[in-house]
Each structure stands twice: as C-alpha cells, then as structure tokens.
C-alpha cells in the first residue's frame, strides 16, 4: 500500500524558512515523480513543485519561484521542500503527492493527509 | 498557463439523482501523438486528502465506483455522478497534466 507521510510544518513569521518532509513507502520511490500541492484554508488546491524521480529535474509555480527549493533523497524514500522568505499567503495545508508515473507534470494518485504551515506574527 | 475553470461552483442534488460538473480548459489538453486527453478529476471529501477518481479524461482510476464518468474532449469535459449517494458529498477538481505548470479547477461543490 502506497503511503505518503508529510512532516515539518508549523508557525513561523514572516520572513521565517520552513523545510518539509515527505516519508514515502509502498512503491519504489526513486522511479516516480512527486509533487507538493498546498491547500489555503478554505480555498482549493494550488500545485506548488514537481520533482522528477531522480530528483535532477524540478519545476515550480511562479508564486513560489526563487524561494522554493525541493530535493529528494531516495536512499531514505523521502521528500523535501525547503521553503524560504515565507509570506502570509504561503499559509496551507502542504501535500505530497506521487504521479502515476515519471511525469513531473502528471495524474497524482496518490495522497499524503498533508501537514499545515502557518505563517504569521 | 493554462487556466481550468470549472461550474458551477456548487450543486444540491436529491440522493440517487444524477450530479453534473463541468471543466473548461483555456487551451486544448489532447496530445496528438496518443490522442489522450491530459485531464484528472479529484474528489475531497471534508478532512481528507484529494483522492484521484477519472485520468485521460475518462478512465476511472482502480477502486472507483462505476456510478462516477468522464467524459469530453479538447477544451471541454464533464464528471457526472449517475446516482448520487451520501458518501458522494465533497469538492472536485478537475486538473490538467498537458503542461508546466500544473493547474486545477476552482472546485466544485457537491451536496445533498
């Protein structure tokens, strides 16, 4: 069973740096894209990273570009995004998401229950 | 980027009755080449995470219930939920995976 585990958020100011984790298990990590996706609350869903299985290729949303960075370590089956000079609109639940397959830019099919970042004063 | 607007952004349907959803895409997401249309529908219920429902505009993903379809091609696609039951309460999205970046619908609203 495919598990997505997210980890790492929680207030910081604005301003502030944050990195997130993403513990993968179930499938084997390093042949699939991955993705995190963020959710504001009550709003609807904002896709903010891809990052290829090998991790060499990443792409970004423009409301994020220059402050986003992700990596993967797939000897630890694991994501990362590291999110620096963080405004208030970067608040949201973050989710990790595996793509069907290699795709960068694909179908999600799987979910992690996500964790929130909260950036405020 | 292409923009994906969906309607309406809420519908009340009786249970057992059929629900509808509409997605526009700002450009065309059919890839020639395979002649696949690069189009997802995703179901959140209230709490949970998104849970992928119907890829390739039509194929419903593993464990999904036969009463929920996609179709449509292009520009223009449609969810439909043949007969509506209460687990079936939630917001869905449609998204596009034909280019950089990765966009979503605004979400459509389902209730009882």
């Known amino acids: 069973e495919v598990q997505l585990l997210e980890s790492g958020g929680g207030l910081v100011q604005p301003g502030g740096s944050l990195r997130l984790s993403c513990a993968a298990s179930?499938?084997?990590?390093?042949?699939?894209?991955t993705s995190w996706v963020r959710q504001a609350p009550g709003k609807g869903l904002e896709w903010v990273s891809g990052?290829?299985?090998?991790?060499?290729?990443?792409y970004f949303a423009d409301s994020v570009k220059g402050r986003f960075t992700s990596s993967r370590d797939n000897s630890k089956n694991t994501l990362y995004l590291q999110m620096n000079s963080l405004r208030a609109e970067d608040t949201a639940v973050y989710y990790c998401?595996?793509?069907?397959?290699?795709?960068?830019?694909?179908?999600?099919?799987?979910w992690g229950q996500g964790t929130l970042v909260t950036v405020s004063s | 980027d292409i923009v994906m607007t969906q309607s309406p952004d809420s519908l009340a349907v009786s249970l057992g009755e059929r629900a509808t959803i509409n997605c526009k895409s700002s450009?065309?997401?059919?890839?020639?080449?395979?002649?696949?249309?690069?189009l997802a529908w995703y179901q959140q219920t209230p709490g949970q995470p998104p849970k992928l429902l119907i890829y390739?505009?039509?194929t419903r993903e593993s464990g999904v219930p036969d009463r929920f379809s996609g179709s449509g091609s292009g520009t223009d696609f449609t969810l439909t939920i043949s007969s509506l039951q209460a687990e079936d309460v939630a917001v869905y999205y449609c998204?596009?995976?034909?280019?950089?970046?990765?966009?979503f619908g605004g979400g459509t609203k389902v209730e009882i």
């Open positions: 998401a595996k793509s069907q397959d290699t795709a960068i830019v694909g179908i999600l099919d799987s």
């Open positions: 179930g499938f084997i990590f390093r042949n699939y894209a």
């Open positions: 990052i290829s299985g090998s991790g060499g290729t990443t």
């Open positions: 450009q065309s997401v059919l890839y020639s080449s395979n002649n696949k249309n690069y």
């Open positions: 390739w505009a039509s």
């Open positions: 998204q596009q995976s034909y280019s950089n970046p990765l966009t």
